[in-house]
């Protein structure tokens, strides 16, 4: 992204933060409906419901504050600090959210052979009452990985060299966690109000806290054949708001029961990729902001950090950040990093990256089990 669209977006963002930051970061709805008032915060959590506000001219500054985490006096640096995104990914997302194109020529508009979409009354799809009845609303929607209605995702998943048979071999309780939405409406927010983009074929993926109780969804919106992520303003990968009560810090998509050792990633695709290549239990923690802040439950005496490789270092710093504090906590942990160099292209690769090029092969399956045994 050159300097002139990042003016461009410095300028049509002004005055809607309000609008993108509900779009982009779903997870800061219950602040944005009461803009200058403590609410729990969606990162860390906390013991108590004031740890987080935004500011009362949110829609013009986008701007927050953490008593734990820190302040973040704009809009890019509060979705950086909330999504985990390095400045440059903060950029693309809030672009494609206002429709402003990249020089390269990818546009991030509505197929023109599309009904013009509806704009529906409200602000944006978040804050409103009740969210945990919204997430089970849509839960229940949703039908297994393995009915036949759910053939885009298999598709999707052949695309990543993931058989939805082996995955369901390997994750006998799947249909706890991962789940398959036949048209999912995608929304996107255009002078203020909500505007109906499509409906999308979806993977639903249900995240736990801590403790093991679902607290919001993951939603991976797919093009309607199921070859690809669905092209749509703002990006395919969407978290909803945390449930009431709830909260995202030590969270995970649970790929299967906690096990003593148990693997971790970033991505969803990567922890399936790194599930079949080692047979050994793995979650997705959605993020690199998620990773470095994520805690093991009890039972867990060893872990092994599956972290992306990326340009910006992000995964690899939070990978490490991980690391660090759980040995001090008494963990014995390795970390695994994929050999470069990243793709021309890329901004990153990760261990599906590795699933699709080499298969298990490319993981040295024994490695981390010697290291460990070792180190025991």
């Known amino acids: 992204m050159n300097k002139r669209e990042t003016e461009?977006?410095?300028?049509?963002?002004?005055?809607?933060?309000?609008?993108?930051?509900?779009?982009?970061?779903?997870?800061?709805?219950?602040?944005?409906?009461?803009?200058?008032?403590?609410?729990?915060?969606?990162?860390?959590?906390g013991r108590h419901n004031d740890g987080f506000r935004v500011f009362r001219d949110v829609s013009e500054t986008g701007g927050g504050i953490c008593n734990t985490c820190g302040s973040y006096p704009n809009g890019f640096s509060l979705l950086q600090w909330a999504n985990g995104w390095t400045y440059p990914e903060t950029m693309e997302a809030i672009g494609e959210l206002l429709g402003i194109a990249r020089e390269e020529g990818r546009r991030p508009v509505r197929s023109e052979a599309k009904p013009a979409p509806a704009a529906v009354p409200g602000r944006r799809p978040t804050g409103e009452k009740n969210t945990r009845a919204r997430l089970s609303a849509i839960v229940r929607e949703t039908v297994s990985i393995t009915d036949r209605r759910a053939k885009p995702l298999w598709r999707y998943f052949k695309t990543r060299d993931l058989p939805v048979g082996r995955i369901v071999q390997a994750i006998p309780g799947h249909y706890r966690v991962l789940r398959f939405h036949p048209e999912l409406p995608y929304y996107t927010v255009e002078n203020e109000s909500l505007v109906l983009v499509d409906k999308f074929p979806a993977l639903v993926a249900i995240v736990q806290d801590a403790k093991g109780t679902p607290v919001t969804v993951h939603r991976t919106y797919l093009s309607t054949d199921g070859l690809g992520k669905a092209d749509v303003p703002g990006g395919a990968r969407k978290l909803y708001p945390v449930a009431e009560g709830g909260s995202l810090r030590g969270s995970a998509i649970r790929l299967g029961r906690r096990a003593a050792c148990m693997g971790l990633t970033e991505g969803i695709e990567t922890a399936l990729a790194v599930t079949l290549a080692t047979d050994d239990r793995v979650w997705s923690v959605l993020n690199a902001s998620l990773?470095?802040?994520?805690?093991?439950?009890?039972?867990?005496?060893s872990v092994v950090v599956?972290?992306?490789?990326?340009?910006?270092?992000?995964?690899?710093?939070?990978?490490?950040?991980?690391?660090?504090?759980?040995?001090?906590?008494?963990?014995?942990?390795?970390?695994?990093?994929?050999?470069?160099?990243i793709p021309d292209g890329r901004s990153s690769m990760d261990w599906a990256d590795v699933w699709s090029k080499h298969g298990a092969g490319g993981f040295r399956r024994s490695w981390w089990r010697r290291a460990f045994a070792a180190t025991g």
């Open 8 to 45: 461009q977006i410095r300028a049509a963002v002004q005055g809607r933060w309000l609008s993108v930051l509900g779009v982009l970061a779903p997870q800061l709805g219950p602040a944005l409906d009461r803009a200058g008032r403590h609410v729990r915060c969606p990162v860390h959590g």
């Open 306 to 341: 599956w972290a992306d490789r990326d340009r910006s270092n992000a995964g690899q710093e939070q990978a490490k950040r991980l690391a660090e504090r759980l040995r001090r906590e008494g963990f014995e942990v390795r970390m695994m990093l994929p050999a470069g160099p």
């Open 291 to 301: 990773l470095g802040r994520w805690s093991p439950p009890s039972g867990v005496a």
